[in-house]
């Protein structure tokens, strides 16, 4: 693992052998428009680098993305890999292995999620101020490497409290509503029944969706400090459950999106 982690690490940085950055952006579904406003310096698609796999679902982009978001250099992923995919959790998170290895503190999440609280509505933005991991799979399971982490890392503060502070009190100051809560990670692909939505809300679950806990977990075993933000795509009613698409999941993004780039930026500045 450490080797492959070196060997993906070195090859980024011969393509961006200016590498100053400490902060890492992931982006979820229908969310890579916030791309466009990075001032890029380099771009290399996901099957370029060793040991990374490709994003095989629409609206996942595939590019690791050099540049600057509000003056800041940061490393974007443009994309993200998913355990439904057909991937190990290893596979899952390992670019948050190979972020760790060049010098990435901070991690900012971003997903689409459904959201289950019923004071939620469609295209609010939900910060996660902690998760619930419903994956049959752990990211840490296996052999530990101890130069990564430790073996039984503690789990109270995933969610760094100083980011959401920050993100909140940006939100205030540009009127952006926010919501938070815990968010709930499954396997997928399917989504939700009408009785799992239901069970997973006794859970005192805030929102679903189908990743962002394993990169999670993996970056706070590296000690990264975590940040994640969840736009509500779709909203389980009991009285009236209603389908939904991948297509309109990525549309409710999409519009959801400029106030995510709002925070986002901002919250960069104040790292």
């Known amino acids: 693992m450490l080797k492959k982690i070196k060997k993906a690490a070195d090859f980024i940085k011969s393509k961006i052998p200016n590498f100053n950055s400490e902060i890492g952006i992931i982006l979820g579904s229908g969310l890579g428009k916030l791309s466009e406003e990075i001032e890029t310096t380099a771009k290399i698609p996901y099957g370029k680098i060793p040991g990374f796999k490709t994003s095989t679902v629409k609206g996942h982009n595939g590019m690791l993305i050099y540049g600057r978001l509000g003056g800041v250099e940061v490393l ?8 439904y995919e057909g991937y190990s959790m290893k596979n899952v998170t390992f670019p948050e292995r190979v972020m760790n290895s060049l010098g990435i503190k901070y991690l900012l999440l971003s997903n689409a999620a459904g959201g289950m609280n019923q004071n939620f509505k469609v295209g609010d933005l ?3 101020n902690d998760h619930i ?7 840490l399971r296996g052999k530990n490497e101890e130069k990564l982490g430790p073996r039984f ?8 409290k100083e980011l959401i502070q920050r993100a909140k009190d940006i939100a205030v100051k ?7 809560g815990v968010y709930i990670g499954v396997q997928g692909p399917a989504y ?4 799992e939505y239901r ?4 859970f005192k679950g805030d929102a679903v969706g189908m990743s962002t806990v394993p990169e999670a977990i993996v970056a706070h075993h590296m000690n990264m400090k975590v940040f994640g933000i969840s736009v509500i795509t779709d909203m389980y009613r009991p009285d009236a459950p209603e389908d939904i698409s991948h297509e309109e999941v990525q549309e409710m993004a999409k519009m959801a999106e400029p106030k995510m780039a709002i925070i986002f930026t901002e919250l960069v500045k104040k790292i």
């Open 76 to 83: 974007v992923m443009d994309g993200r890999i998913h355990y």
């Open 126 to 128: 939900m910060i996660i």
């Open 133 to 139: 991991n419903m994956f049959p799979e752990n990211p």
């Open 153 to 160: 890392p503690a789990m109270k503060d995933v969610y760094d």
């Open 174 to 180: 540009n009127n952006i509503e926010v919501k938070e």
């Open 192 to 195: 939700e029944t009408p009785s």
């Open 199 to 202: 069970m997973y809300h006794e």
